[in-house]
């Protein structure tokens, strides 16, 4: 069994917190519990912690195309969300950082999903119906992803 623990650090703005984030992150966990229960359990450290397997922020991305992503630092990786972008769903147009940020909706949903399956090495699938999609435009693991995927863990971790 695969214990990992993961951290939300870095998602406050000038002393404002933002929960929205903490129950995205969560649900997103959740989800992956689910399918990967048998393998792996996840923890949650409540306070910023350097000894989490997974970091999740919002900061600077490398890639400027990239909305997310996720690095493997061989000990951690580290989930960051671009700051500087409106994470709302078009509804409201937001204007400063922190309403920004406030803004998460489904898209962080997605993204967060998708770059927890980086952590496991998941490949990128060609179908946007899947989590794994680049570009995905789902926010729930399909039955027919998560046979997929749980046979590639398997196989990779020799389960
Ligand atoms: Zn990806």
């Not at 229960?37 to 999740?56: C, K, M, Q, R």
């Amino acid at each position: 069994m695969e214990h990992l623990t993961y951290t939300i650090d870095e998602v406050s703005f000038k002393g404002y917190y933002i929960p929205d984030i903490y129950n995205r992150v969560r649900r997103a966990i959740n989800e992956w519990q689910k399918i990967l229960g048998e393998y792996v359990t996840f923890y949650e450290f409540e306070e910023p912690t350097h000894n989490a397997d997974i970091t999740i922020r919002l900061g600077k991305v490398e890639n400027r195309l990239n909305v997310a992503e996720c690095k493997d630092l061989g000990n951690e990786w580290i989930i960051t969300f671009a700051k500087d972008l409106e994470w709302d769903l078009g509804k409201t147009k937001f204007t400063n950082w922190l309403r920004k940020a406030l803004g998460l909706g489904e898209r962080f949903d997605r993204c967060i999903l998708h770059e927890i399956g980086h952590v496991f090495d998941f490949p990128h699938s060609q179908d946007e119906d899947d989590v794994m999609h680049h570009n995905t435009k789902v926010n729930t693991i399909s039955l027919y992803e998560a046979q997929h995927l749980k046979l590639f863990y398997k196989e990779h971790n020799g389960a």
